[in-house]
T-cell receptor, first 111, second 118 residues
Framework: KAGVTQTPRYLIKTRGQQVTLSCSPI?????VSWYQQTPGQGLQFLFE???????NKGNFPGRFSGRQFSNSRSEMNVSTLELGDSALYLC??????????FGQGTRLTVV | AQKITQTQPGMFVQEKEAVTLDCTYD???????LFWYKQPSSGEMIFLIY????DEQNATEGRYSLNFQKARKSANLVISASQLGDSAMYFCAMREGIPMDSNYQLIWGAGTKLIIKP
């Protein structure tokens, strides 16, 4: 059974640009959550999608957005990038409750 | 107040010894889940073990077991017979409530850096 796939693995972007990250969950899992990990703030919840609907949202500015498609794949978008957006972005796949499995992450560097 | 507390920022352990990583949590919800993840330097967050608040037995997965003491709000991870490949950051996390709750998200501890010595 394939795991969680995040693309791309690495990204370098310039301040002010926008970026889109992709996450393909485990087959059959309908919940996809996104987390940001930075050395200073640790791991923080961005949002969760379940069956194409945003079910929960963390405390991030509106520049951070996401969506989920009918095949459960999810994308997150960050507009008007800031230096502080440099982080490891992790996507978690879950059947809805219980265990949550992560992808390898996308390491975003904003210069 | 911290919801998840991991009091050991770093640990050195001799190969083949057992390891206990501490985690205490704070919640007023009756329904919650506790998770342990391993994060090697590559960055991938590897799921190790899960314990639901209503599970009466301690969870086990191979060399990993979760010592769940509900009254003490403690969820320590035990790794038996440690290996060099166990060197990594270890995170304890909690998810409270039920899926439709606004707080239904993983809340993370600060992590413990475990180094296994040969």
């Amino acid at each position: 059974k394939a795991g969680v796939t995040q693309t791309p693995r690495y990204l370098i972007k310039t301040r002010g640009q926008q970026v889109t990250l992709s996450c393909s969950p485990i087959s059959g899992h309908r919940s996809v959550s996104w987390y940001q990990q930075t050395p200073g703030q640790g791991l923080q919840f961005l949002f969760e999608y379940f069956s194409e609907t945003q079910r929960n949202k963390g405390n991030f500015p509106g520049r951070f957005s996401g969506r989920q498609f009918s095949n459960s794949r999810s994308e997150m978008n960050v507009s008007t990038l800031e230096l502080g957006d440099s982080a490891l972005y992790l996507c978690a796949s879950s059947p809805g409750t219980g265990e949550a499995f992560f992808g390898q992450g996308t390491r975003l560097t904003v210069v | 107040a911290q919801k998840i507390t991991q009091t050991q920022p770093g640990m050195f352990v001799q190969e083949k010894e057992a390891v206990t990583l501490d985690c205490t949590y704070d919640t007023s919800d009756q329904s919650y889940g506790l998770f342990w993840y391993k994060q090697p330097s590559s960055g991938e967050m590897i799921f190790l073990i899960y314990q639901g608040s209503y599970d009466e037995q301690n969870a086990t997965e191979g060399r990993y077991s979760l010592n769940f003491q509900k009254a003490r709000k403690s969820a320590n991870l035990v790794i038996s017979a440690s290996q060099l490949g166990d060197s990594a950051m270890y995170f304890c996390a909690m998810r409270e409530g039920i899926p439709m709750d606004s707080n239904y998200q993983l809340i993370w501890g600060a992590g413990t850096k475990l180094i296994i010595k040969p």
